[in-house]
């Protein structure tokens, strides 16, 4: 959508009806993530569209999806999971169509940073453009996490309900701001 116009400017269809949860640009194609971990990708202006299954383990609810450039791959964010997929972020290797479980945190780490665990339920994940953390962002909880790839929480941010009802989304610019996209708040114009 241009911005200062607000009109489309594009329209893509993509994998039928299903649960996204997240989206991004790689090297020319467009993943998106339904709940279930299928990945679907495609190139603008291409009609064909590519499915593929992750393999997380079962019972495994995913709902955010990042780009790391320094490894060169799709960050995925557990919702819930059961066992040791849960508060897990697994990453999915593009080139080897692999998955590895990247990241894990534990309820202590979690209360240490003010965060109930049992509000943990990621809704959106980021790679910071200049210091390579990632941002995993939880709607349940209304907070922002700032953690390194070795899964140390390195900050953790209380967000206002007010202001981010339901904080479902999330990207950074180049320069590094941040944007984060709210849901539910059709009074004031926020989807």
């Known amino acids: ?36 971990g ?10 064909e569209i590519g499915r593929t299954k992750t393999d997380l383990p079962k019972k495994t609810e995913v709902e955010g999806l990042g ?7 799709l960050l995925i964010a557990v919702k819930k999971g059961k066992g040791s997929s849960d508060k897990a972020v697994y990453s999915f290797d593009l080139l080897n ?7 894990s945190l534990n309820d202590e780490q979690l209360e240490g940073a ?14 910071h453009p200049i210091t390579g953390e990632w ?18 929480i390195r900050y953790s941010e209380p967000l206002d309900p007010k202001l981010y009802r339901q904080p479902e ?3 950074f610019t180049p320069n590094g ?3 984060i996209a709210s849901e539910g708040d059709k009074k004031r114009g926020i989807f």
Do not use: H, Q
């Not at 299928?38 to 009609?47: A, C, Q, V």
């Open 135 to 152: 941002y995993v962002l939880t709607s349940a909880g209304k907070r922002l996490l700032i953690t390194s790839r070795s899964a140390k």
């Open 114 to 127: 003010g965060i109930d665990p049992k509000t943990y339920e990621p809704s959106a994940i980021a790679v």
């Open 38 to 47: 299928n990945l679907f990708r495609f190139k603008l202006g291409s009609t």
């Open 97 to 103: 169509k692999a998955v590895f479980k990247d990241m």
């Open 1 to 36: 959508m241009r911005y200062k116009k607000k009109e489309v400017t594009e329209n893509f269809g993509f994998g039928g009806y299903g649960d996204f949860e997240g989206i991004e640009y790689v090297n020319g194609e467009i993943y998106a993530l339904e709940s279930n």
């Open 169 to 171: 989304g999330m990207c």
């Open 67 to 73: 780009y790391d450039p320094k490894t060169k791959r």
């Open 177 to 179: 701001d941040l944007y």
